[in-house]
């Protein structure tokens, strides 16, 4: 099955800098890429995702990068703000095309601190 | 985006009893959702995939007959965590799809 690997574990930044995570995923297979902002006990939020057949995407001060090549995509969060501080998780997915679902698997993700 | 409610949002109950919480798609319909279980600090761990009108396909480990799925309509997916023991407290996300996976608000299950 998919195994997905994320870096760092955790990440701290001053304000208005630029805040990078990377992840990697093993099955050339996955074709879906989406990154999850979650807030200490809340529900995982969709921020940006990227499908196979596009590099990058952006998103005002988020962006995301896919490398199908090395099988690893990133997240861009730049001019961070302290509102940004929170868990961030990448996933990865193979579409199946008869149920219409996507089964993710996660990251371990990264706690974002952004200090004032 | 589209809506997943999740009930309850938390939850106390003693060991040995059972618990059910609800999946609901309210804006569309979901032939497929998926739940998930998240520890401290932890990442989501997906345990099972609840399938409308058949059985749930459970993940490596996690105990069908422990974690009852039922998926009797396209916008209601259930899980019922059986004779609960404080192992099994943590949270629990159900996640279904239109376009895109969005996530209930989960559910904060404490066995005493």
């Known amino acids: 099955g998919e195994n997905v690997e994320q870096h760092p574990s955790t990440l701290s930044v001053q304000e208005g800098d630029s805040a990078v995570i990377k992840c990697t995923y093993s099955?050339?297979?996955?074709?879906?890429f989406p990154w999850y902002k979650q807030e200490l006990g809340k529900r995982p939020q969709l921020i940006i995702d990227?499908?196979?057949?596009?590099g990058e995407k952006k998103d005002q001060r988020i962006a995301v990068t896919l490398n199908k090549t090395a099988k690893h995509f990133s997240l861009h969060i730049t001019e961070t703000q302290p509102e940004d501080s929170a868990v961030y998780f990448c996933?990865?997915?193979?579409?199946?095309?008869?149920?219409?679902?996507?089964?993710?698997?996660f990251g371990k993700g990264t706690k974002l601190s952004v200090i004032p | 985006g589209a809506v997943v409610s999740q009930h309850p949002s938390w939850v106390i109950c003693k060991s040995g009893t059972s618990v059910k919480i609800e999946c609901r798609s309210l804006?569309?319909?979901?032939?497929?959702m998926f739940w998930y279980r998240q520890f401290p600090k932890q990442s989501l761990m997906l345990m099972a995939t609840?399938?409308?009108?058949?059985?749930?396909?459970?993940e490596q480990g996690v105990e069908k007959d422990k974690f009852l799925i039922n998926h009797a309509s396209l916008t209601l997916s259930t899980l019922t965590v059986t004779s609960a023991h404080p192992e099994d407290s943590s949270f629990y996300i159900c996640?279904?799809?239109?376009?895109?996976?969005?996530f209930g608000q989960g559910t904060r299950l404490t066995v005493v």
């Open positions: 996640s279904a799809r239109s376009r895109r996976a969005f």
């Open positions: 099955d050339s297979a996955s074709n879906y």
């Open positions: 990227i499908r196979s057949n596009v």
């Open positions: 996933a990865a997915s193979i579409r199946d095309s008869g149920a219409g679902s996507y089964q993710l698997t």
């Open positions: 804006d569309f319909q979901a032939t497929t």
């Open positions: 609840s399938n409308e009108g058949s059985k749930a396909t459970y």
